[in-house]
């Protein structure tokens, strides 16, 4: 046990384990019988992605300190081994519980006209197509490799699906005489077999359409090559296949940063490293074969545990394409439309508006289109001086990026952070650091050792006589297409302390100057974690019995210590610690004379809950921030983070009431025990749905202001 009570591993979940918990609660919005049946499949589409990145990062890691024969134990007082050992045990569960979902959804699909049908299904007809389209579309395609007659074997691709096959093969030659027609009975011929391993080429969709007389029915792809494989081997037969896709660690970063010299360079290099890393994972489609398991196994010097075998698609991205396929509407969610920003209805000058007051963006129920229009405007505006801004992900073409191109065209300073240690994102990075630079744009990628997380837009303007400043903050990316999915906040302003921290802020990163005193922001890593701990126990200091301390918080995560530390204070303290965290909360709640008045909430509906909103009574006068850092020591130590202040009172009072009503979900939201685990909250009383509320209020909204806005249909759930 520790000197320090509040160090005590029994006060911490550990923080894979508690990944695990969010996961399972996207689970079972995918085994969910009020949903519609595509919705549901896309919920069991990104239960299989997001394990894809927790074995290709979080695991990953766990596995080289144990290799390293780490002993260092977590808060939660585990060993890198034991912390395998139980997601192993935790992540097998919830594999055997994914694939009954997405089988449960097959057969219910079927009911209305859309089939996924296994060899056993197809009818002579369709396999009968199926041998042809073999032939003509996919086999040209196809490499299969005799791996174990190659040397050196191949590098199999990480996350690429492949077909490994065991093949029986006469070993008659083709220069054999012919058997003599005099001999009544010949020998057969000695047979082999040869393991074969198919990449599935990537580049095809992964269903096959069937002919069929009604509906639309759909073959696998691997199903397709797997029962046409023999045909490439004339006189050999299928034994047996198995689909596998290995997974590999992918948490790769540069080391000393600060001492590379090309860091584009070197990024492209670490992405490409990623290709030969070691195998963390293996999957397999269920009941395979004992002898392909092992030698697949073997192979790839995994354990036991690290293998998986599930009936369901072994990637997302076939479960995807399902689920966007056009039509069956009726088995898809009502479309909520983004709408005009309340603070923007009737606005047809952006600068005027943002002049004149603050504006709060909040998306996706407003539309992101104000934050594209500000900075395709200001790429054209022959009054703009200067555009900055950072990039941590942005969409496939992103309207944004061709922007800032222009403005550096039309002769305007164009400063753009990319930041290439966005993982996963780094090649869509470089690309876009390598066309920015073209175009004539300063790119800079950050303070070294340092991923720059902060979203930040700042635009120099000359207004008559003097230089306005511009600003946008937010808690997500400036990605127009996730914007329209993740659940995320913006400002407008141009108040003049935060313009002028701002401006700080992006010297800061160009190395012009160093960390100076914020008016109004707060940086990480340079003095964020310990304002939020001041704020904590500031508000320790002004609880009282007339106006008792309150904070709420709406986060991604909470796992920082010294956070977590400082909430238990608060909470022994006797100040109510409200918390909605949507993945992982390190954090224990209710427990006796630590967290008794600190409850923990998730909520996981159609759209990815992403703000991070902050509040605290501050003994009646209520402060906000919004902030791009969750309470991660990743955020918090290693990050470019900012945390800037909501001023103008109605926007406070619209978030706190925002907050309230995370609160009041009763419809899709988790109640955290102490143990660890999520109970759904019971609903009690009339139905609230925090999200459907939120967007039937912007729409309410534009609606008196505009009686053509669209009209608003709820996503229809039974009230039992």
């Known amino acids: 046990m520790p000197k320090d009570p509040l160090k005590s591993p029994e006060l911490y979940i550990n923080r894979e384990l508690s990944w695990l918990e969010f996961n399972h609660r996207v689970l079972q919005e995918g085994l969910c019988a009020e949903l519609p049946l595509l919705e549901r499949l896309k919920f069991l589409a990104i239960v299989a992605a997001n394990l894809d990145e927790f074995f290709l990062v979080r695991v990953a890691g766990l596995m080289r300190r144990r290799a390293a024969k780490s002993r260092r134990r977590d808060p939660s007082g585990m060993t890198p081994a034991e912390q395998l050992s139980a997601i192993s045990r935790r992540a097998h569960e919830m594999v055997d519980q994914h694939a009954a979902a997405v089988r449960c959804v097959f057969d219910e699909l079927a009911a209305h006209g859309l089939s996924v049908l296994r060899p056993s299904q197809w009818s002579p007809v369709q396999r009968r197509f199926l041998q042809t389209h073999f032939v003509r579309e996919i086999q040209p395609i196809l490499t299969p490799l005799a791996i174990e007659e190659l040397s050196p074997r191949p590098l199999l691709p990480n996350q690429q699906l492949h077909i490994a096959a065991m093949l029986t093969v006469s070993n008659s030659s083709e220069s054999q005489p012919s058997p003599s027609p005099a001999k009544e009975e010949q020998a057969e011929p000695p047979t082999t077999e040869r393991l074969v391993i198919v990449p599935v080429p990537s580049q095809l969709p992964r269903w096959v359409s069937l002919p069929t007389e009604q509906g639309v029915q759909w073959a696998a792809l691997e199903d397709v090559i797997a029962e046409n494989l023999s045909a490439m081997y004339p006189g050999g037969a299928l034994r047996t296949w198995s689909a596998f896709r290995i997974t590999r660690d992918a948490d790769v970063v540069l080391q000393d940063d600060e001492e590379v010299d090309d860091l584009l360079h070197a990024m492209e290099e670490v992405v490409l490293a990623r290709r030969r890393r070691n195998a963390v ?160 744009v300063h790119v800079i990628y950050g303070v070294a050792g340092f991923k720059t997380h902060a979203k930040a837009l700042l635009i120099v303007r000359r207004h008559e006589q003097h230089i306005q400043r511009f600003v946008h903050l937010a808690t997500g990316n400036y990605n127009d297409r996730t914007a329209r999915q993740y659940c995320d906040i913006g400002l407008l302003t141009a108040d003049r302390e935060i313009a002028a921290d701002v401006a700080a802020f992006f010297n800061l990163l160009t190395g012009y100057s160093e960390s100076v005193g914020w008016t109004k922001l707060a940086v990480a890593p340079i003095g964020l974690r310990q304002k939020f701990i001041d704020l904590i126990d500031r508000e320790v200091r002004a609880s009282t019995s007339d106006c008792p301390g309150l904070i709420m918080a709406k986060i991604n995560s909470l796992e920082d210590p010294e956070i977590c530390r400082s909430l238990y204070r608060a909470s022994r303290a006797g100040v109510k610690v409200l918390l909605n965290v949507r993945g992982i909360c390190c954090l224990r709640p209710n427990v006796p004379g630590f967290s008794d008045h600190i409850e923990v909430r998730s909520i996981v509906d159609r759209f990815l809950e992403h703000a991070r909103v902050f509040y605290f009574r501050n003994g009646g006068h209520d402060e906000v921030y919004l902030s791009s850092a969750d309470w991660m020591r990743r955020n918090l130590s290693k990050r470019l983070e900012l945390m800037f202040p909501i001023v103008d009172p109605k926007h406070r009072r619209r978030l706190i009431e925002a907050l309230e009503l995370y609160f009041a979900d009763n419809t899709n939201s988790w109640l955290l025990q102490r143990d660890g685990d999520y109970a759904k909250i019971a609903r009690r009383g009339p139905r609230v749905r925090a999200q459907q509320t939120l967007y039937r209020k912007t729409v309410d909204a534009v609606r008196q202001a505009d009686n053509a806005a669209p009209r608003f249909r709820p996503l229809t759930r039974p009230t039992t």
């Open 281 to 440: 994972r293996l999957c397999l489609s269920a009941r395979p074969d004992a002898g392909l398991r092992a030698w697949l196994a073997d192979w790839l010097k995994l354990g036991d545990d690290d293998v998986y075998e599930t009936d369901a698609p072994l990637e997302a991205s076939s479960l995807m394409e399902i689920v966007s396929r056009p039509g069956f509407d009726e088995l898809k969610i009502d479309d909520w439309p983004p709408q005009t920003p309340r603070d923007l209805i009737g606005v047809d000058d952006l600068w005027q508006a943002i002049q004149s007051r603050d504006v709060l963006l909040m998306h996706p129920y407003e539309s992101f289109d104000p934050v594209v229009k500000l900075v395709e405007q200001a790429a054209d505006d022959p009054h703009v001086l200067a555009i900055k801004q950072t990039l941590y992900r942005t969409s496939g073409d992103s309207p944004i990026v061709r922007a800032l191109g222009r403005a550096a065209q039309h002769g305007k300073e164009v400063i753009a952070l990319v930041e290439l240690k966005a993982r996963f994102d780094e090649w869509r990075n470089v690309h876009w650091a390598r066309r920015l630079e073209d175009s004539g």
